[in-house]
């Protein structure tokens, strides 16, 4: 579990975040970085560099479908380093330029990581040939997938500091909704530059869908797209896609929900071949997955989002894997940063 750390009962930041959660404005202004201070455990230590090399290692070499001491160990290992950075401090990562983020990478596990998973990702897109009949998944951070068919090569809510090395390889881009750490304007931005699709509910692009369910094509796709609640406050702001990835797939559906909060909204019209939630948003996962939605495959996703405090919605791996658990059911995992997943039909 993450560790908690223990903070004074009276805090502003703690009643601007209570505050924050019932106002869409001040919940964008929740998500920038506002420099206030952070607590950290002053007993926590930063993993050496040979811990962390060999806990990086660990994570790519294994696997979501077969969880085993070594990857819970390796997972361990970072948080520790987790727990360690503030979100001012990956907000300060994320901007900065490339020399200054070797020197982070560097000192923070953490973001060794999420830098050599990228890596490992862009290498495996770049090469990799999807069969007829196979989609492929690369899990990127938080709730982002790069997923390849036989025919298109398609992002959905990209969040990465080198996000724009993505483009020469992919399609088009989907956004589920205006937070922070499901999009950057500056990849928006360049893939729209790029002539290439960017696909939300508050891009003002060609592409913009304002209306609460449509359906578009972008080549061999063809995309439902519905409105859904993010919480009791965000009434229809998270769009959600449910991808039929086209014939070469033999329509292979993936349902993509982002922040999706509430399981009687999630209506798809196809079966579902792969269904990426939010596990910790007050979304019913496990009525999804054994009672109505009903996917061949779960990727339960949006641990470890940097950008989130240190004791506020970030939540850890061993938090993601016990979701997983909850679910009581073989076809739900936990993908890491930079897994490759491979899905065949039929
Ligand atoms: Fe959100
Ligand atoms: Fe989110």
Redesign the pocket.
């Known amino acids: 579990m993450t560790k908690r750390i223990s903070i004074g009962a009276i805090h502003p930041r703690r009643d601007f975040l209570r505050m924050a959660l019932a106002s869409p404005c001040l919940w964008a202004l929740a998500n920038c970085d506002l420099g206030l201070a952070e607590d950290v455990d002053p007993n926590l230590v930063e993993p050496t560099a040979e811990e962390a090399e060999a806990a990086i290692s660990a994570m790519i070499r294994t696997s979501a479908t077969d969880v085993s001491s070594e990857r819970l160990d390796a997972a361990h290992t970072l948080q520790r380093s987790v727990d360690r950075l503030r979100a001012s401090e990956f907000g300060d990562y994320f901007k900065s330029s490339p020399e200054e983020a070797a020197r982070w990478e560097n000192e923070r596990a953490i973001l060794r990581y999420l830098n050599a998973s990228f890596d490992k990702a862009l290498g495996e897109i770049r090469e990799t040939k999807a069969e007829e009949n196979t989609v492929v998944f690369w899990h990127l951070y ?2 982002g997938y790069v997923v390849k068919t036989p025919t298109q090569t398609i992002a959905v809510d990209i969040k990465h500091r080198r996000a724009s090395e993505l483009i020469p390889f992919v399609d088009y881009l989907l956004v589920t909704h205006n ?1 922070g ?2 999009f950057t304007t500056s990849f928006c931005d360049a893939m729209t530059a790029a002539g290439k699709p960017v696909v939300s509910n508050f891009i003002k692009n060609d592409w913009l869908v304002e209306e609460d369910e449509r359906e578009i094509e972008i080549g061999d796709s063809r995309i439902r797209l519905k409105r859904v609640d993010h919480n009791k406050t965000l009434i229809k702001y998270v769009t959600t896609f449910e991808i039929d990835c086209g014939p070469k797939t033999d329509h292979f559906v993936v349902y993509h929900v982002g ?1 999706a909060c509430d399981v009687s909204q999630l209506t798809p019209k196809a079966p579902v071949d792969v269904f990426i939630p ?1 596990l910790a948003v007050g979304l019913d996962v496990p009525k999804a997955v054994n009672e109505t939605i009903k996917p061949k495959q779960t990727f339960l996703s ?1 641990i470890l ?1 940097l950008g989130h405090l240190i004791d506020k919605w970030r939540w850890s791996y061993d938090y993601g894997y016990n979701q997983v658990k909850r679910c009581a059911n073989d076809s739900v995992i936990l993908p890491v940063w930079g897994e490759k997943i491979v899905c065949s039909r039929g």
Do not use: A, L, S
Request: charged share 35%; net charge negative; glycine share 0%.
């Open positions: 938080n709730m937070h750490d499901h922040d939010h949006h989002e």
